[in-house]
DNA sequence: ATGGTTGAATGTCAA
């Protein structure tokens, strides 16, 4: 299977693009994360005409995370099914085949000290437990999506400058620890070592892609069964450079299953 | 020097 993911901010000013993308990689999975739209509004049509299934945790404005899929999905639960917990539409699970995928859009954080950061925290912390409730470490499992943290110095442009930074900050690294310390590898780091490789660049810092100034945020985690049969994990630039581009670019995983 | 861009919605917030 052929899965990726992609953070489109805004999945309808960026449909073209999309449909593009997966006309030319032919994913089995694509998760979209930032959808930016209510699930009656989404273009489910477009995706439909290529094949895909569509599952949905959409709301007006803001988040929104959706899953594409060739064969059927089963199993879809949208958010923690948590009534105590604040949901916002960040997460939606499924199963495709026999394999359990989980696509999350983790808050940003917006800044250290903020209640924005104390929120993505508890997300972290929530989404941890549910993981446990749900599921075993020893079952074929893909956690993927906008994780919003860089967690190894490497994994962004400038790491003393942002360290203790949102998005770089210890306690954002400790709350992840806990969540890949499931049973979690990452799939990208499995193939590829060093600095340089990223998945997100600022749309507001000049020339940001081409003086590579990125951070990578956008990862794929598997369960050992799922680490153990993947064979590769790129990150695909060219949809960062194209015109009308999202601010992140898609990374996708070949898994023999 | 606290700038700059984008999208949703149409104020201004979030990223």
């Given at each position: 299977m052929r899965i990726a993911t992609y953070n489109a901010a805004s999945v309808r000013a960026r449909l073209p693009l999309i449909l593009d993308w997966l006309a030319e990689h032919e994913p089995d999975v694509l998760a979209i994360q930032e959808t930016k739209v209510e699930d009656d509004k989404f273009p489910t049509a477009a995706f439909d005409d290529l094949g895909y299934h569509v599952s949905l945790n959409g709301q007006k404005a803001w988040n929104g995370v959706a899953t594409l899929s060739l064969m059927p999905p089963s199993r879809v639960q949208r958010?923690?099914?948590?009534?105590?917990f604040p949901e916002d539409a960040r997460l939606i699970a499924c199963d495709v085949g026999g394999l359990e995928i989980v696509n999350t859009y983790v808050p940003?954080?917006?800044?250290?000290?903020s209640d924005k950061f104390e929120y993505k925290l508890r997300w972290l912390g929530r989404f941890a437990a549910f993981l446990r409730e749900r599921y075993r470490p020893d079952q074929p499992l893909l956690w993927l999506g906008d994780?919003?943290?860089?967690?190894?110095?490497?994994?962004?442009?400038d790491s003393r400058k942002f360290a203790g930074q949102v998005g770089h900050h210890p306690l954002e690294f400790e709350a992840l620890r806990r969540i890949v310390d499931f049973g979690f590898t990452d799939l990208f780091r499995k193939f590829h070592e060093g600095?340089?490789?990223?998945t997100y660049w600022d749309f507001v810092i000049p020339r940001s892609v081409e003086r590579n100034l990125g951070w990578r945020i956008d990862h794929l985690y598997g369960t050992k069964p799922v680490a153990e049969r993947c064979t590769s994990c790129e990150i695909e630039h060219l949809a960062r450079s194209v015109d009308k581009p999202s601010d992140h670019t898609f990374v996708f995983a070949e898994i023999n299953l």
């Open positions: 958010g923690f099914g948590d009534p105590l940003n954080g917006s800044a250290v000290g994780i919003n943290i860089a967690p190894t110095p490497d994994d962004v442009y600095p340089g490789l990223y």
